[in-house]
């Protein structure tokens, strides 16, 4: 019976981890944290702007259930809605299940072939951030709007900004550009407000 009690934890962690799905695609870079990503501060505004039809998303307020009608997605490490367009771009609306509550924090963006996760969206979609091209960049785009000739040399770099907010909290948006070659293979935007 005392072994039993001792495997107990492992077999709900297995059974918890066979449940979980993750992202497909180019979404996959989510969970890529193996510290090869450039990081390059700026002043640069990156707080993005979404539309879905005439619907505006916003980071850090609408929850991914009110995104579109599809089932939100669990995995370990983040909750997700995909859509998809006419266009063959995918659209990955995430929230972080550490820090996002079911709240939109990421938004992962690329033209890499449909997906099953990835339901169909007869409304346009549109993302912003400033004045950056997103999937249609260029290093030369990045290095004149940024100013750093080194980013040409990364395949994956990430641009942030930190704005102080209320009470002590930092608003932390990104802007992350995976390339594969000279073209664009995706674009991930994040916003996370802590402490």
């Given at each position: 019976?005392?072994?039993l009690?001792?495997?107990l934890p492992l077999l709900v962690a297995a059974s918890t981890h066979v449940l979980a799905t993750e992202m497909t695609g180019f979404a996959t870079q989510y969970y890529d944290e193996d510290g090869t990503l450039a990081e390059i501060s700026t002043t640069m505004s990156l707080s993005p702007t979404i539309v879905i039809g005439k619907k505006t998303v916003q980071m850090e307020v609408t929850p991914l259930a009110d995104i579109s009608g599809t089932a939100v997605q669990k995995g370990s490490s983040a909750r997700w809605v995909c859509l998809h367009d006419d266009d063959g771009t995918n659209y990955w609306?995430?929230?972080d299940n550490e820090?996002?509550?079911?709240?939109?924090?990421?938004?992962a963006i690329a033209q890499d072939g449909i997906h099953s996760e990835c339901a169909k969206t007869?409304?346009?979609?549109?993302?912003?951030?400033?004045?950056?091209p997103l999937l249609n960049?260029?290093?030369?785009?990045?290095?004149?709007?940024?100013?750093?000739k080194e980013i040409a040399k990364n395949n994956a770099?990430?641009?942030?900004?930190e704005t102080p907010?209320?009470?002590?909290?930092?608003?932390?948006n990104t802007v992350s550009y995976y390339f594969d070659g000279e073209k664009v293979r995706g674009v991930i935007i994040g916003q996370i407000t802590s402490n």
């Amino acid at each position: 019976m005392k072994r039993l009690f001792c495997l107990l934890p492992l077999l709900v962690a297995a059974s918890t981890h066979v449940l979980a799905t993750e992202m497909t695609g180019f979404a996959t870079q989510y969970y890529d944290e193996d510290g090869t990503l450039a990081e390059i501060s700026t002043t640069m505004s990156l707080s993005p702007t979404i539309v879905i039809g005439k619907k505006t998303v916003q980071m850090e307020v609408t929850p991914l259930a009110d995104i579109s009608g599809t089932a939100v997605q669990k995995g370990s490490s983040a909750r997700w809605v995909c859509l998809h367009d006419d266009d063959g771009t995918n659209y990955w609306f995430i929230s972080d299940n550490e820090m996002g509550a079911g709240l939109l924090t990421a938004l992962a963006i690329a033209q890499d072939g449909i997906h099953s996760e990835c339901a169909k969206t007869t409304e346009h979609v549109k993302v912003s951030v400033a004045h950056l091209p997103l999937l249609n960049a260029t290093y030369g785009n990045l290095v004149e709007l940024f100013g750093k000739k080194e980013i040409a040399k990364n395949n994956a770099m990430l641009f942030y900004q930190e704005t102080p907010v209320q009470n002590g909290f930092t608003q932390s948006n990104t802007v992350s550009y995976y390339f594969d070659g000279e073209k664009v293979r995706g674009v991930i935007i994040g916003q996370i407000t802590s402490n």
